[in-house]
């Protein structure tokens, strides 16, 4: 987290991408706090100790890896964020509930993690992960498992305006394809964890023959994203049913499509043209 104090709404997206690089317990004392949201203001810093089995200089440790200077300042910023309309909109789901509810939860979730990821996406990274589009010669899109879902998405977005790419979701030809590429490459890539081998490899091929890499992701401190020259991240809560995955593929969605929409922008009139083309070419193939 930035030394500068970040505003409220900030305070929870960046704590949640910065979890991945906690060990379990200080993950676990995140939680913790998070659950007793303004209940924290109460708490004295040997009492969370108590109530955590750990020291209170274990505490103060956390904080300071998470970008504080102790805890204060940690329990001052996650209580002011626990006040924010934004935090109640996420609900865990239960196999109790109704259809209404699910409908209610699944979908606030969701827009919670739209909220969360526009208070913390940078601007001048996604310009810069654009100019690195429009400027190659060939772009590569990779992602594996569900993550391939979002590659392909990205493949058909870019082919609308006129913008050929090589979307690989097989793991060996992701490694064969990246081996390949040069200095004038790109590589795009999804990974909701950052942890899956195959793309990791193919990043790492990637930057070792000179291409340019861009990670969507949602965990960046990941093993891949040391191979990342731009890293683009959402931040999603999710529940023990739907995991992480469901709130997070919409987070990334809103990403690629402000990705698209800026690589369109520079060279407008001709991605419209494009757009023209390929639509009308599709026609013919409706009832």
């Known amino acids: 987290m930035s030394t ?66 102790g805890f204060r300042e940690m329990k001052q910023a996650l209580v002011a964020y626990s006040r ?8 865990e789901l239960n196999p109790n509930d109704d259809a209404p509810t699910v409908m209610g939860k699944v979908f606030n979730t969701a ?14 990274k996604l310009m810069q992960a654009a100019d690195i589009l429009c400027s190659a010669s060939s772009i590569d899109i ?17 082919l609308r305006i006129g913008i050929r790419t090589s979307v690989v979701t097989d793991s060996h030809l992701m490694v064969m394809s990246s081996s390949l590429l040069g200095p004038q490459s790109a590589v795009l890539g999804f990974s909701h964890s950052g942890k899956t081998i195959a793309v990791i490899q193919a990043f790492r091929l990637a930057r070792e023959r000179g291409a ?21 991240a959402a931040v999603a ?3 023990p049913i ?4 469901a709130a997070a593929r919409v987070a990334q969605l809103c990403i690629l499509d402000t990705l698209f929409v800026l690589v369109a922008q520079s060279a407008y009139e001709q991605s419209l043209h494009n757009l023209d083309a390929t639509i009308g070419s599709v026609v013919d193939l409706r009832i």
């Open 111 to 124: 827009v919670h993690a739209l909220q969360e990821t526009l208070a913390i996406l940078d601007p001048a």
């Open 242 to 245: 739907t995991g992480e995955n």
């Open 4 to 69: 500068l104090k970040p505003h409220p709404n900030e305070i929870g997206p960046r704590i949640r991408l910065a979890m991945s690089g906690l060990t379990d317990k200080e993950q676990q004392i995140v939680r913790h706090c998070f659950a007793l949201g303004p209940h924290l203001e109460g708490l004295s810093i040997h009492e969370l100790a108590q109530q955590m089995d750990v020291s209170a200089a274990m505490i103060v440790k956390l904080a300071q890896r998470l970008g504080f200077s």
């Open 84 to 91: 924010l309309p934004v935090v109640d909109l996420h609900a």
């Open 237 to 239: 809560q999710g529940s």
């Open 142 to 158: 990779y992602g594996a498992g569900g993550s391939g879902a979002m590659a392909l998405d990205a493949h058909h977005k870019f």
């Open 212 to 232: 340019r890499t861009i990670l969507i992701t949602n965990t960046p401190s990941s093993p891949l994203s040391k191979y990342a020259d731009v890293i683009l």
